[in-house]
């Protein structure tokens, strides 16, 4: 057990570029969680994975945002025409079936992205 | 709506020190309630969970208790160590078919001085 894994740590990019942030899950886990953590706060959830199926997106997911995970493995979270409000540390937790209400919510290192 | 208020920080203690950190929450029905914990460069980590009323977690000398007639789930510890530094954030899963995440609170950063 490798932990979640989260590439790149760090993204700096130019406002108005796309970005594309990739997470790999602890294997055997089912579910999946992206949340973005701005300075000083607490994570925000983005959206929520079950497999390869999308259930939940937050309303901060706005239409420049889109996630995917294809065939339930690991998942991609692409900002396209990135803004500088968008400078951020997007998270990656997955949990195992039947383990949401207990937390049990495994967190990647995240990835910074800074946006210029 | 479901939200989790927690005591600013920073909180800067002595070794061996008494802590708490006071977290409230607001949710409908009844949420299951935690502390994560990031230390410096690491990813979040659940440090302890309580999912129902009058339950107590705990986890490496860390305790809180869910109280229902409080909306509060308190951190406390009796005997802080250097080690414990870190910033630690509140946080629940409202009690909702189909709900499944984590609601934070902005987090409290411990410095723990020897």
């Known amino acids: 057990d490798t932990g979640v894994s989260q590439n790149p740590r760090h993204k700096i990019t130019k406002r108005g570029q796309n970005v594309t942030f990739r997470c790999d899950p602890i294997?055997?886990?089912?579910?999946l969680y992206w949340y973005r953590q701005t300075l000083g706060q607490g994570p925000e959830f983005l959206t929520y994975?079950?497999?390869?199926?999308?259930?939940?997106k937050s309303r901060l997911l706005s239409d420049r945002f889109s996630a995917e995970r294809p065939k339930g493995s690991f998942s991609t979270l692409e900002i396209q025409r990135t803004e500088q409000g968008d400078s951020a540390m997007y998270l990656c937790?997955?949990?195992?079936?039947?383990?949401?209400?207990?937390?049990?919510?495994?967190f990647g290192p995240g990835t910074r992205l800074t946006v210029t | 709506g479901n939200s989790v208020t927690q005591m600013e920080g920073p909180v800067t203690l002595s070794e061996e020190a008494f802590l708490t950190i006071n977290c409230t929450y607001t949710?409908?029905?009844?949420?299951?309630l935690f502390w994560y914990v990031q230390y410096p460069g690491e990813g979040l980590q659940l440090l302890l969970k309580?999912?129902?009323?009058?339950d107590k977690g705990s986890n490496k000398g860390f305790e809180a208790t869910y109280r229902k007639e409080t909306t509060s789930f308190h951190l406390e510890k009796g005997s802080v160590q250097v080690s414990d530094s870190a910033v630690y954030f509140c946080?629940?899963?409202?009690?909702?078919?189909?709900?499944?995440?984590?609601?934070f609170g902005a987090g409290t950063r411990l410095a723990v001085h020897p």
């Open positions: 949710a409908t029905g009844y949420p299951s």
């Open positions: 946080a629940l899963i409202p009690f909702s078919g189909g709900y499944n995440k984590l609601i």
């Open positions: 309580a999912t129902k009323a009058d």
């Open positions: 937790a997955s949990s195992p079936k039947g383990g949401d209400r207990g937390g049990e919510q495994y």
């Open positions: 994975f079950q497999n390869e199926a999308q259930l939940e």
């Open positions: 294997s055997e886990h089912n579910r």
